[in-house]
């Protein structure tokens, strides 16, 4: 079982930057692939960006390619999205998800485990 905790949402002009933190507990944290996904109202739970247990494979979606950036710190049990050049569409509840497969995944039907999401809302 992984639990998974969320941080550092919040409300950003457009144009500005959020730092988003997962930490993970209940798993060896190495051997997970991680992935962020966001909702906004309305919408389908959509992919955002993914990286792998040695964080040599990170994937995005097209249209954060260039503004987010996927991290991870395997000694901290933790991975990150930064978010800069942020825009209204960004705005949704953003979920952190753990993959017990190595490979990270785009599709949402791959996690095993989720957060519970942390708001972002960026005005315009």
């Known amino acids: 079982q992984v639990q998974l905790v969320e941080s550092g949402g919040g409300l950003v002009q457009a144009g500005g930057s959020l730092s988003l933190s997962c930490t993970a507990s209940?798993?060896?944290?190495?051997?997970?692939?991680m992935g962020w996904f966001r909702q906004a109202p309305g919408k389908e739970r959509e992919f955002v960006a993914a990286?792998?247990?040695?964080?040599?494979?990170?994937y995005y979606r097209d249209s954060v390619k260039g503004r987010f950036t996927i991290s991870r710190d395997n000694a901290k049990n933790t991975v990150y999205l930064q978010m800069n050049s942020l825009k209204p569409e960004d705005t949704a509840v953003y979920y952190c998800?753990?993959?017990?497969?190595?490979?990270?995944?785009?599709?949402?039907?791959?996690?095993?485990?989720w957060g519970q999401g942390t708001q972002v809302t960026v005005s315009s």
């Open positions: 990286i792998g247990w040695s964080a040599s494979i990170t």
């Open positions: 209940g798993r060896t944290f190495g051997s997970l692939a």
């Open positions: 998800a753990a993959d017990r497969g190595p490979r990270p995944a785009l599709a949402r039907g791959s996690y095993d485990y």
